[in-house]
């Protein structure tokens, strides 16, 4: 089993940036890849980032590109997602997942393991 707990979510301003950071426990050797979703009000859970655990490769969302960034710190067993110029439409709940393949990195269903969510709120 793999623990994942999220945190540095909160309410920014339009334009302005947030942290969040995801940190794993457990049997964290069998992650292949981290993930970042995010659920808005009344709508599905959506891809927004990921990272293989071992070779750093990185995926983005198109909207994000240019404004998130997700790295890791294996040995803090540490997934973060630095989220610059933040606007409106990204208020939602962000989780972050983790999966032991990393065939499927964009769907939620590939993922085995979840954390409890952080809430993200921009304000216009």
């Known amino acids: 089993q793999v623990q994942l707990v999220e945190s540095g979510g909160g309410l920014v301003q339009a334009g302005g940036s947030l942290r969040l950071s995801c940190a794993a426990s457990?049997?964290?050797?069998?992650?292949?890849?981290m993930g970042w979703f995010l659920q808005a009000p009344g709508k599905e859970r959506e891809f927004v980032a990921a990272?293989?655990?071992?070779?750093?490769?990185?995926y983005y969302e198109d909207s994000v590109k240019g404004r998130f960034t997700i790295s890791r710190d294996n040995a803090k067993n540490t997934v973060y997602l630095q989220m610059n110029s933040l606007k409106s439409e990204d208020t939602a709940v962000y989780y972050c997942?983790?999966?032991?393949?990393?065939?499927?990195?964009?769907?939620?269903?590939?993922?085995?393991?979840w954390g409890q969510g952080t809430q993200v709120t921009v304000s216009s």
């Open positions: 990272i293989s655990w071992s070779g750093g490769m990185t």
């Open positions: 457990g049997r964290t050797f069998n992650i292949n890849t």
């Open positions: 997942a983790a999966t032991t393949s990393g065939r499927r990195w964009w769907d939620a269903n590939a993922y085995d393991y």
